[in-house]
């Protein structure tokens, strides 16, 4: 089982690495990975890069680490946009963190979902180009106790499908 993980990982990353246009044209994106503890480390790090814009869609979200460094960028006069899972957003964990980072002017939307669905999105998109993505929530479990992993992938293509993607998510009632 392994092994097959193993290959169908290596296979998404030859697939985001050899995206090709609508006109057939070869387009190389760069691709690094990240996976348990290195995955907090790589979030804040294209984080502190940014910009411009920084768009969030995230299931949870505990970490004031990141809310910290989402926070110090608004100050900086970037665009800071959150959409968390309202159910998830509701728990005694996360609702400090929502608290937090609204007390600092950033829009957290809270993704209302029918019954037993959630908003289960985990990525990043931050100035067009950039997208970090994987199983990694923002939480203190995915970063020391969980096998999690994080992509981040620079492709204006890439970043553009998930920047309308973010766009598109929004309350199913």
């Known amino acids: 089982m392994q092994k097959v993980c193993r290959i169908t990982f290596f296979l998404f ?22 996976f348990q503890e290195d995955c907090l480390k790589l979030v804040l790090k294209k984080i502190k890069n940014a910009r411009k814009e920084i768009l969030v869609a995230i299931f ?37 963190i929502v608290k937090k980072l609204r007390n600092a002017k950033i829009q957290v939307k809270l993704i209302k979902m029918p019954a037993y669905k959630h908003m289960h999105h985990k990525f990043i998109v931050i100035d067009k180009k ?38 598109h998510i929004k309350d199913r009632n």
């Open 60 to 96: 949870t979200f505990t970490l004031d680490d990141i809310a910290d460094e989402l926070i110090e960028k608004k100050k900086a006069g970037l665009t800071v946009l959150v959409k968390v899972d309202e159910h998830q957003a509701d728990s005694k964990y996360t609702k400090p």
């Open 130 to 167: 950039t997208v970090l993505t994987g199983s990694y929530n923002f939480t203190h479990s995915a970063t020391v106790s969980n096998w999690e992993n994080c992509v981040c992938i620079q492709s204006n293509i890439v970043a553009n499908r998930f920047h309308s993607e973010w766009q």
């Open 13 to 34: 990353v030859l697939l985001v690495s050899l995206e090709t246009t609508a006109a057939g044209h070869l387009v190389s994106a760069r691709v690094e990975t990240a």
